[in-house]
Structure formats: structure tokens, C-alpha cells
């Protein structure tokens, strides 16, 4: 009989250009790896899960067992049947039954969710969100992905998705929006809007190339960077400010790569969030903890949700 200390839980966090693979014991983290998810998209569609399925594998050390595998999928996922949707950024693993075969292949649970509620699940069982009783996480990316978790059990809609938030139509921009609504929040605050006009205004200096301390400089010397941060948190807060008076959480947690700018556009953000004390709501905001480990480690967990 195999002992407790030798059971093992895998994680996969599946995005369009990245597939990360984790593998967890009570210890904590055994084993991990990133793919690129061109490599499965290369192969038949009846190929891909068994390739999914061998590297799960190869990162179990020998003499453990694997209890569980969770994934956390960019885009719309049917949770009940584990079927992917998204044929935007994920064709290559949408509109198959993968947990089917993956459950099938390895002879375990296999649960998918949307990769917002893997990275919550991340933070709140391992990271900044421990302990808080309604948790809200907003990740700044190419959108943003938003995830609420009620005493760690993802909210859902009635018909049983995650709520795309960072679709809702806020001030400022009545531009349309690929989801067909105008105005949509992430147009204007996602790290792609801050890539581009922080680009714009410096063009010689590709925005992934640079780190915290070289826009604190650049706020410094340039009232224009200032103002543009100071911009972009004024935007995050207008749709953030919904969230928080319907939601109320205790916590909110910032992920995503724009996240790591939030000292450059806290004030920003509090000026959007600034109201009446009768109207006063809990603004308790911090980074993420995990940063990109939170959808892999959160994964892990998804099985027992259902
Ligand atoms: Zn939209």
C-alpha cells in the first residue's frame, strides 16, 4: 500500500504560447517544467493528450503516485464537461473532450477551469490570498482576467462560466471591442495599453526589456511617464471601483506583468477608488505573491473543487 507521503498532485497551467506543467507533494513543489504549446499544436488532435500525459509523467519521480490532475485554460471552458472554447488563443486544445481523455490516459480525477480561477486558487491556498474569506484577483496581461473566490469556491454565473469581468464597458474609450461590446475596461487598462502608449512616449526602449527601476526614472525626469502611469492606474480603478461595490472583497490581489508597475500607478488607482465615507468599501489591494507560478500551483487544486 502506497503511503500518503508518496502521493502526488499535477498542475497544468495552459495558455497560448506557454504550457506549464507542475507537480506537487506534501512537501510542496517536486518537480516542473514549461513547454511551448506550439509543440502539441504540431501533432494529430488524438495525439495531444497523450503527449500531455507523458510529460505529466516524466516529472513524477519513481515509487510516487499521481492522485489528481487540475488545468487551468485560458479562455472560455466548459467546467462540467472539460471541453475548451477558446478558439482565439487555444484552437490547438479547444473542442475535444481533453479531461475525458486525459482521465481516460492516466487513470485519475482530471478537472479544468478558466486560467484566472487556477491563479486565485494559487494565491489563496499558497500565496497573498491565505486566509481571506472573499478574494478578488485582477490579472493585467494582453486583457484582464478577472477571478472571485467566495470562502475559496470560485463565483460563477448562473449557467456555470466564469465571469468575464474585464469586460465591462467603463468611461473613456467608446472605441468597439473584440467581444463586441464598446468601452470594454480591458482596452484601456490591460498591460497592452500600457505597453504601447508607455512605448510611444519612449520610443527607443522596447517595454519588456525594462524593469520597475528604469520607469521610476523615467517617471522622475518625465512628466509625461508620470502622467501616463498616473493614467493608466485612473482606468484600472474605473472598472476595479464596479468590482469592489458589487463584490466587496477583503482582499484584491494585482497579477500580471503590469502588476510589478504598481508603486508608478497606485495614486492613480486611489484617486478612481476615492469616495464618500458612507460609501467607503475595502481597498485593500497587494502584488501577487506567486507571480506566473500561481496558475500551475492553483491547478493543483482544482480537482477537489467539483
Ligand atoms: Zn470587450
Redesign the pocket.
Known amino acids: 500500500m502506497t503511503g500518503s507521503s508518496t502521493l502526488v498532485r499535477a498542475g497544468i497551467d495552459l495558455g497560448g504560447t506557454g504550457t506549464r506543467i507542475i507537480i506537487t507533494g506534501k512537501g510542496g513543489v517536486i518537480n516542473s517544467i514549461t513547454l511551448a504549446t506550439a509543440e502539441f499544436c504540431r501533432v494529430d488532435q488524438n495525439e495531444r493528450a497523450k503527449l500531455l500525459a507523458f510529460h505529466v509523467r516524466a516529472l513524477i519521480p519513481q515509487g510516487m503516485e499521481l492522485v489528481s490532475l487540475g488545468i487551468g485554460a485560458s479562455g472560455p471552458v466548459d467546467t462540467v464537461s472539460g471541453i475548451i472554447k477558446n478558439k482565439d488563443t487555444l484552437e490547438c486544445f479547444s473542442f475535444f473532450s481533453l479531461a475525458d481523455e486525459l482521465k481516460e490516459i492516466l487513470g485519475v480525477d482530471v478537472a479544468i477551469d478558466n486560467d484566472a480561477v487556477a491563479a486565485v486558487l494559487g494565491e489563496y491556498h499558497f500565496g497573498a490570498g491565505k486566509n481571506s474569506k472573499r478574494l478578488l484577483m485582477v490579472t493585467l496581461g494582453t486583457g484582464i482576467g478577472v477571478a472571485l473566490l467566495n470562502e475559496g469556491i470560485p463565483f460563477r454565473t448562473s449557467d456555470n462560466q466564469h465571469p468575464e469581468a474585464?469586460?465591462i464597458p467603463i468611461s473613456g474609450n467608446p472605441a468597439i471591442?473584440?467581444?463586441?461590446?464598446r468601452g470594454?475596461w480591458?482596452?484601456l487598462a490591460s498591460r497592452s495599453w500600457l505597453q504601447q502608449n508607455l512605448e510611444a512616449l519612449l520610443p527607443q526602449t522596447p517595454f519588456e526589456k525594462q524593469d520597475l527601476r528604469f520607469y521610476q526614472t523615467m517617471v522622475t525626469e518625465r512628466e509625461e511617464v508620470a502622467a501616463l502611469f498616473h493614467r493608466y492606474g485612473n482606468y484600472l480603478g474605473r472598472g476595479l471601483v464596479t468590482l469592489l461595490t458589487l463584490y466587496g472583497p477583503d482582499l484584491t490581489i494585482l497579477s500580471g506583468s503590469a502588476a510589478h508597475y504598481y508603486p508608478l500607478f497606485k495614486n492613480g488607482l486611489n484617486e478612481s477608488l476615492m469616495r464618500a465615507d458612507a460609501y467607503a468599501i475595502n481597498n485593500r489591494i497587494v502584488p501577487s505573491e506567486l507571480g506566473d507560478i500561481a496558475g500551475a500551483l492553483g491547478a493543483t487544486v482544482i480537482p477537489e473543487l467539483n
Not at 471591442?177 to 461590446?181: H, K, P, Q, V
Open positions: 474585464g469586460h471591442c473584440y467581444c463586441g461590446l470594454c480591458e482596452m
